[in-house]
């Protein structure tokens, strides 16, 4: 079993930063990728921000975001600690949200699954 746990979210006016974390736990042979998504009240979820492992000639990562958070956000990842983070700059109202992280996990028991985590209010005032 695997479970990923969120922290960070809250209140906070345009403009400002705000920055989550993820961290992820349990059987984990390895993450093939791990990153953001977000549901807005009364619209569908959304990728925000993805990390996909490279495991080829060193460990590191590429990153996928959203046209909308492109100069905004950076998604910074520590593979070692299984966690991932978003570093929100420059939030405007309409990145208000429920943010989950979400992981694709090779386990140490054979198999990959996909897992998510509770997701973490995000309330962006004018």
């Known amino acids: 079993q695997v479970h990923l746990v969120e922290s960070g979210g809250g209140l906070v006016q345009a403009g400002g930063p705000l920055n989550l974390s993820c961290v992820a736990s349990g059987n984990i042979y390895k993450i093939n990728a791990m990153g953001w998504y977000r549901q807005a009240s009364g619209k569908h979820r959304e990728r925000v921000a993805m990390t996909i492992s490279d495991y080829s000639a060193h460990i590191g990562y590429s990153i996928n975001l959203q046209e909308a958070v492109t100069g905004r956000f950076t998604i910074p990842r520590d593979i070692t600690k299984n966690t991932v983070y978003l570093q929100m700059n420059q939030v405007k109202p309409e990145d208000t949200a429920d943010y989950s992280c979400?992981?694709?996990?090779?386990?140490?028991?054979?198999?990959?699954?996909?897992?998510w985590g509770q997701g973490t209010q995000v309330t962006v005032s004018s």
């Open positions: 979400n992981a694709d996990v090779v386990l140490d028991t054979q198999g990959r699954n996909d897992y």
